[in-house]
């Protein structure tokens, strides 16, 4: 199985802020990778797939990056609404994994 | 985007079969190159994918779990359903169906997930 590693598993950040997580997998996955957001008590929702793709209706402030290995979410100018866990989840091959998840958290 | 929602029952006791169901609607699960999955969320942890089903009835599962899953689907219902047998407290979790347009292009559907506790 393919280990997805994310870091850091929690972060504090004020509204405005940039926040960079990012995601290793254990080999290569060329550009399979999706990044999903997760509020309390709700469904995990897509935000980007293919590395870097945005989904129709996700803030252009959301962004990902990266291929291989090592993948990047950058979150600029975070929002009140971005305060959520985010997963990242390879696609490249089975079975299916997600990374542990991060943690946006008000400083 | 289709929607979906999950159901079935919260409780199972031990050694029993879990049986969840998802009806999918907006949309038909025989459409082209669709996949529809099921994924669970062990309480405060991470997300474990489980198995799919492709819209042409092909499924494939998670190893970790294939010696008791099955995914199958309705198509006069516009449904599919997981059975997970033989459940242990281990496999108390929420429970989401979801779909997408090939599998390697992300879940962009996501039902509202269904709590399943295990316990006698």
């Known amino acids: 199985d393919i280990q997805m590693t994310q870091s850091p598993s929690s972060v504090s950040a004020i509204v405005g802020d940039r926040v960079t997580i990012t995601c290793r997998a254990s080999q290569g996955i060329s550009r399979w990778l999706a990044w999903y957001q997760q509020k309390p008590g709700k469904a995990p929702k897509l935000l980007i797939s293919?590395?870097?793709s945005l989904q129709s209706g996700v803030p252009s402030r959301f962004s990902g990056s990266g291929s291989g290995t090592d993948f990047t979410l950058t979150i600029n100018n975070l929002q009140p609404e971005d305060f959520a866990t985010y997963y990242c989840q390879q696609a490249n091959s089975l079975p299916l994994t997600f990374g542990g998840g991060t943690n946006v958290e008000i400083k | 985007q289709v929607q979906l929602q999950e159901s079935g029952p919260g409780l199972v006791k031990p050694s029993q079969t879990l049986s969840l169901t998802c009806t999918v609607s907006g949309g038909s699960i025989s459409s082209d190159g669709y996949f529809w999955t099921w994924i669970r969320q062990h309480p405060g942890k991470g997300l474990e994918w489980i198995g799919f089903i492709h819209s042409r009835g092909d499924t494939q599962y998670n190893p970790s779990l294939k010696s008791r899953i099955t995914i199958s689907a309705d198509t006069s219902k516009n449904q599919f359903s997981l059975n997970l047998s033989s459940v242990t407290a281990a496999d108390t979790a929420v429970y989401y169906c979801?779909?997408?347009?090939?599998?390697?292009?992300?879940?962009?559907?996501w039902g509202q997930g269904a709590l399943v506790t295990v316990s006698s």
């Open positions: 293919i590395a870097s």
């Open positions: 979801a779909s997408g347009l090939g599998y390697s292009s992300g879940w962009n559907s």
